[in-house]
């Protein structure tokens, strides 16, 4: 039987339906939400992603202020003018994309941010307080592949997790996440550095894959049943120059084998967005 297709776009929606709401309670106690993007250069990819934050935050109803600095942009304009959001009481999140020019030290910037307005949670204090279970924000991907996990009813709770990816903003922390108590999973993830890769998605009930390789995760690798969330995003170009996204799953194939699956685009980038948004409603109320 093939696999239930995760309609991600229509769980974001919903939740942004009641961010807005709540935006629209904080309003009449005179608190405008107000998420600062800072953008360096014009890199396509990262003009598109501001855009889609951009467009998020006016149909929630919060302020968003587009402040893009010129690729060749030295460091310290950039730390000028984080200093000054940090400041400023009418901003409560503070989103710089990434990646920076190769000329700006990206860790020194993440640690600018005021860790209060820091709603990418890419601060090492906001990791730092994920990592020990203690509250704070939670990084926006992650905290969308525990909501798309909760919204479908997934099994989590003694569940085999095996994540593919490391990285600081999904495959670390997500790995965390779902290793508290709360989400009482056991978890492995693989990485370059895996020997026979598949033996271990094999075992998943969970398989999240955020590798940012195109086909890496065939049907043969996947555990009829399983829950498959597919995080990669990559461009493929086509015919006549154009291009189209893939995730990291071949789509077809593991939709014969899957329980559940995640399409690319519609999946979790969505997501992503939705809990940005969450964050930012968050920072504004204080909590
Ligand atoms: P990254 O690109 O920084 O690192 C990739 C990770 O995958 C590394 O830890 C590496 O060890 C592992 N990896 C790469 N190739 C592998 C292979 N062949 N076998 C095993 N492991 C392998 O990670 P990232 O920034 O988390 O991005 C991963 C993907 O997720 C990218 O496609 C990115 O575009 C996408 N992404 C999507 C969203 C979203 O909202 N949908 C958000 C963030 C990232």
Known sequence: MAAIVIDGKAI????????????????????????AVILVGEDPGSVSYVKAKQKALTEAGMDGWDLTLHETAPEAELHTLIARLNADERVHGILVQLPLPAHINEDRIIRAIDPHKDVDCFHPLSMGKLLMGQPGFLPCTPHGVL???????????????VI????????????????????????????????????????????????????????????????????????????????????????????????????????VGPMTIAMLMHNVLHAAEGK
């Not at 929606?13 to 009449?28: G, H, T």
């Not at 479908?152 to 997790?161: F, N």
């Not at 990285?167 to 108590?181: E, H, T, Y």
Request: with cysteine; charged share 20%; glycine share 10%.
């Open 12 to 35: 974001a929606a919903k939740l942004l339906e009641d961010v807005r709401l709540r935006v629209a309670e904080l309003k009449k106690t005179g608190v405008l939400p107000c998420l």
């Open 147 to 161: 909501v798309l996990l909760k919204e479908m009813k997934i099994p989590v709770s003694g569940s085999q997790v």
């Open 164 to 267: 593919v990816g490391r990285s600081n903003i999904v495959g670390k922390p997500l790995a965390m996440l779902l290793a508290r108590k709360e989400y009482n999973a056991t978890v492995t993830i693989c990485h370059t550095g895996t020997k026979d890769l598949a033996s271990y998605t094999r075992m998943a009930d969970i398989l999240i894959a955020a590798a940012g390789s195109p086909g890496l995760i065939t049907g043969d690798m996947i555990k009829p049943g399983a829950a498959v969330i597919d995080v990669g995003v990559n461009a493929i170009i086509g015919t006549h120059l154009h291009s189209h996204l893939v995730g990291d799953v071949l789509f077809d194939e593991a939709q014969e084998t899957a329980g559940w699956i995640t399409p690319v685009p519609g999946g």
